[in-house]
């Protein structure tokens, strides 16, 4: 099974609408994080979060929420969403122990707002 | 900031020709160095890191020196083969530097095609 997991794997979704994409891990790590990939930009940090009680905005967090339920679980919200979040969504993880500099990726959601 | 340049792509190459893949990184700190690399239709997969100055990072035939004086970390194989047609990024974790923010800093990426 993977460490790693993503769900849904693919979402259409409708402007204004609010959805919800889910990650879960079992690689026991502490540190949790949602990236976007568009094409050409590279991969960029929404949110981080060290523990259960730390959450941390990225680099573009703004239209974002997320949820740490569990140290296993990381959500991440869209509220409105709008057509300039469709994009692919990747959740990672890491470890606070030595190479914890190491992220582990989940094998992301693809989201289209229409 | 913290920023990460690659080469743009796509790169296409004949299968068994040598590659590089160049990447350059500015960081405040003393960042870890990355290359991850993308399947079609996958999540990133870590290929190779170094840690320090020096490090070479390899895995699979591909190969990466961490150039501090250079601040390079140019991503090598001798012989490509048609798997290893990817987008590959580079990328820093400057986390314990003070540069910022946690979470990895991504070049943009480079598509590689590999022909037969």
């Known amino acids: 099974d993977a460490d790693v997991t993503q769900t849904p794997r693919n979402r259409i979704t409708k402007t204004g609408k609010r959805i919800m994409l889910e990650c879960s891990q079992t690689?026991?790590?502490?540190?949790m994080y949602w990236y976007r990939q568009d094409p050409g930009l590279g991969l960029r940090l929404i949110y981080y979060?060290?523990?259960?009680?730390?959450?941390n905005k990225g680099e573009i967090s703004d239209g974002y929420s997320v949820s740490r339920q569990a140290q296993a679980k990381f959500s991440l919200s869209l509220e409105s969403a709008i057509p300039n979040q469709t994009a692919l969504y990747f959740c990672?993880?890491?470890?606070?122990?030595?190479?914890?500099?190491?992220?582990?990726f989940g094998p992301g959601t693809r989201l289209l707002v229409l | 900031g913290d920023s990460v340049t690659q080469m743009e792509g796509p790169v296409t190459l004949s299968e068994e020709a040598f590659l590089t893949i160049n990447c350059t990184y500015t960081?405040?700190?003393?960042?870890?160095l990355f290359w991850y690399v993308q399947y079609p239709g996958e999540g990133l997969q870590l290929l190779l890191k170094?840690?320090?100055?020096?490090d070479k990072g390899s895995n699979k035939g591909f190969e990466a020196t961490y150039r501090k004086e250079t601040t390079s970390f140019h991503l090598e194989k001798g012989s490509v083969q048609v798997s290893d047609s990817a987008v590959y990024f580079c990328?820093?974790?400057?986390?314990f530097g003070g540069g910022g923010a946690d979470g990895l800093t991504f070049g943009k990426g480079t598509h590689l095609i590999i022909q037969p």
């Open positions: 990672a993880t890491s470890d606070l122990g030595p190479g914890r500099e190491t992220q582990y």
């Open positions: 690689k026991g790590h502490d540190r």
């Open positions: 979060s060290f523990d259960v009680k730390d959450i």
């Open positions: 960081a405040t700190g003393y960042p870890s």
């Open positions: 170094a840690t320090k100055a020096d």
């Open positions: 990328a820093l974790s400057d986390a």
